[in-house]
Nanobody, 124 residues
Framework: QVQLVESGGGLVQAGGSLRLSCAASARGFSSYAMGWFRQAPGKEREFVAAISWNTYYADSVKGRFTVSRDNAKNTVYLQMNSLKPEDTAVYYC????????????????????WGQGTQVTVSS
């Protein structure tokens, strides 16, 4: 069982930045693929970014968001710049054992463990 705890969400004006963090309890964290998803009210949970052998982004955030990890701290980050009101959502961290090379967006079913989510609200 892997526990994930997200932090760093909040309220920000359009054009601003936030950095989300996700701390994982997994042993051998470096061998886990990590993903970020988000879910806006009334919408399905959607892929945002993933990191394993490579990084992969949804088209909607490419060039604005950056995913990174610090394996010594068992933590993955999502740096979000140039935020837009449509980025407003609950952001979830997810993980699965084993490394992956991403050339397409993963689905929610590809990940085994999820955090509780952190709210990001972007005002116009």
């Amino acid at each position: 069982q892997v526990q994930l705890v997200e932090s760093g969400g909040g309220l920000v004006q359009a054009g601003g930045s936030l950095r989300l963090s996700c701390a994982a309890s997994a042993r051998g964290f470096s061998s886990y693929a990590m993903g970020w998803f988000r879910q806006a009210p009334g919408k399905e949970r959607e892929f945002v970014a993933a990191i394993s052998w490579n990084t992969y982004y949804a088209d909607s955030v490419k060039g604005r968001f950056t995913v990174s990890r610090d394996n010594a701290k068992n933590t993955v980050y999502l740096q979000m710049n140039s935020l837009k009101p449509e980025d407003t959502a609950v952001y979830y961290c997810a993980t699965r054992s084993g490394t992956r090379f991403y050339n397409t967006a993963p689905h929610t079913a590809d990940f085994s463990f999820w955090g509780q989510g952190t709210q990001v609200t972007v005002s116009s």
